[in-house]
Every structure is written in structure tokens, then in C-alpha cells.
């Protein structure tokens, strides 16, 4: 069993998720329950940063003017049907050119019998090809983009951002550039959780054909201390390619940490929930802005 192999992991993220449940419910007043999960009227910045690796959906919020954010993980993916892939450093920095652009850059080297596609701050397109002789491929690619703010959470308007990166091969079977766009948009709610989610295309050319792949994904997080966060989160990607098209869902638990202000560690794990999703995933990297 999927859930039995890593069972361990399970226990304790549902467990910190379900801490998180408890304390807000012993917090809230009987009258006041359900409107705790209302969006709240007015957000304050709480001067903490807030990674795009957190979790597949990318942030809202931008880094601010003249400021720089390095992020990167590794990933470890149980695939189902190929070898085990291994996806680092997963780069990603970004730098606040006004308050409401942000440029980013980035980096990354797969190894394994199937591409990563359980992380978005990665970039491009996610193919998830299988080798079928049970082989190895080694693939790098570079990522370069920016990040625009499009709303500020107003009640029931969303705070929102649009981000537009591309990604370029280095090395591997791959060589087209690929493009995608993320829009994501979310609240933070009346009883501290914040609920983001997000949409983003990708679209590749090639000899082939041309391929295009959309992956919807929604996550919720929950404050556990002042430093500590957990989140639930599911995500999926739907390609339309010349060779096949796929569907994949997956369910990630995942906890983060604040060291300081600005400087985050985090580690998310997942499950596949069909038989072209991979069976397991995990990730775990940290964030730092100065």
C-alpha cells in the first residue's frame, strides 16, 4: 500500500494539521465560527517573507523593492512506472524591482526514469516522460521570468499576482523553449488560515507538434505557533501533447518553519491519487531574503 510504505509521514503531517483545527476551534466563539472563515476585512503585512516553494501553488505577495529572495529544495519521486527521480536545486531568485514587479531567475538538474513534477517554482513545462527501457535521463534547463501584483485583498477581492516564465534546456532530450503563465489569487481569513489557489498553463513547440499542459491547484494553511505553519494541498496537471494525454491528482501535507524573519525551511510530501500519478513525492528546501 502507498499510504502504508510511508505511513509515518502521514501520521505526522495530518497530525499537525489536525493541531492547528483543534486550537482554532477552542479559540473561536460558538456565534462566531463560521464567520471566522469569512475573509478578513482588512490584512496587515506581517513583515514575514512567504516562499513560491512552500507549496505547488505560488504565493500571492511579491518580495518588496530592492529586495532579494533565494529559494531551493530537493525532490525526491517515487514514480510508478519508471525509476526514482531526484530534482535539485530546484533555484529560484527573485528580486522586488518596484512594489509591484518582481524578476526572477533560475536553475535546476533531474536525474531519474520519469521529468519532476511536483514542484512549480522549477519552471516550464512539466512533461513527465517515462523511459520505458527502465533507463536514466539527465536533464538541466534554466528559468527566467517576473512576477506582477494584480489585487490586494479588499473582503471578498482577492489578493492576486500573475507570474511569466519561461524555461530553456541545457542539457537532456528536451531542447524547445517552453512558456507558462500562473495566475494565483487567495485570502487570508478571519481566523488567521490563508487560502490561496492557482492556474497555470504551459505550452511547448517542437518538432512534433505543439504540446500545452494546465495545472489548477488550491492549498490551505494554517498557523500552528507564530512560527510554525501547516498546510493541505491538492494540485493536478492535464496535458494535450501529440504522443498521449495524461491526468494526474495528488493530496500534499507540509510544514513550515520561520528561523527568522527571513529565513524559512519547509518540507511537503505527497501521494499520487491515480495510476499516472506518481506514487510519492517529497520536498524539502528553504527560503532567504535580504
Do not use: C
Not at 529559494?71 to 519521486?77: C, D, N, T
Not at 517576473?146 to 485583498?153: A, G, P, Y
Amino acid at each position: 500500500m502507498i499510504i502504508h510504505k510511508h505511513n509515518w509521514y502521514s501520521v505526522i503531517m495530518l497530525g499537525l494539521l489536525a493541531l492547528g483545527v483543534a486550537r482554532h476551534l477552542q479559540a473561536a466563539e460558538p456565534d462566531g465560527f463560521l464567520a471566522s472563515f469569512l475573509p478578513a476585512e482588512e490584512v496587515e503585512e506581517s513583515g514575514e517573507i512567504e516562499t513560491d516553494r512552500d507549496s505547488f501553488t505560488p504565493a500571492t505577495t511579491l518580495i518588496a523593492p530592492s529586495k532579494i529572495m533565494i529559494e531551493a529544495a530537493w525532490s525526491f519521486i517515487d514514480n510508478r512506472n519508471a525509476k526514482e527521480t531526484h530534482s535539485l536545486p530546484e533555484l529560484l531568485i527573485r528580486y522586488g524591482a518596484t512594489d509591484w514587479l518582481e524578476l526572477r531567475v533560475g536553475a535546476n538538474y533531474e536525474v531519474g526514469g520519469e521529468s519532476a513534477e511536483v514542484s512549480s517554482s522549477k519552471g516550464g513545462f512539466d512533461e513527465g516522460n517515462v523511459h520505458q527501457d527502465g533507463g536514466i535521463e539527465k536533464e538541466a534547463n534554466v528559468s527566467y521570468g517576473l512576477k506582477l501584483d494584480i489585487t490586494d485583498q479588499r473582503h471578498w477581492i482577492p489578493d492576486s499576482a500573475l507570474i511569466i516564465q519561461a524555461a530553456t534546456p541545457i542539457r537532456g532530450e528536451a531542447t524547445a523553449t517552453t512558456l507558462a503563465g500562473y495566475y494565483t489569487f487567495g485570502w487570508v481569513l478571519q481566523n488567521g488560515w490563508l487560502w490561496d489557489t492557482s492556474i497555470r498553463y504551459a505550452t511547448r513547440g517542437g518538432d512534433g507538434g505543439s504540446s500545452e499542459q494546465w495545472a489548477p491547484s488550491t492549498v490551505i494553511k494554517i498557523p500552528l505557533t507564530e512560527k510554525t505553519k501547516a498546510h493541505l494541498e491538492y494540485f493536478g496537471m492535464f496535458d494535450n501533447s501529440p504522443d498521449a494525454v495524461t491526468e494526474k491528482h495528488y493530496i500534499s501535507p507540509g510544514v513550515h518553519y520561520l528561523i527568522t524573519e527571513n529565513l524559512e525551511i519547509g518540507i511537503r510530501v505527497g501521494w499520487g491519487l491515480n495510476d499516472q500519478a506518481a506514487k510519492f513525492f517529497s520536498n524539502i528546501g528553504f527560503g532567504w531574503q535580504f
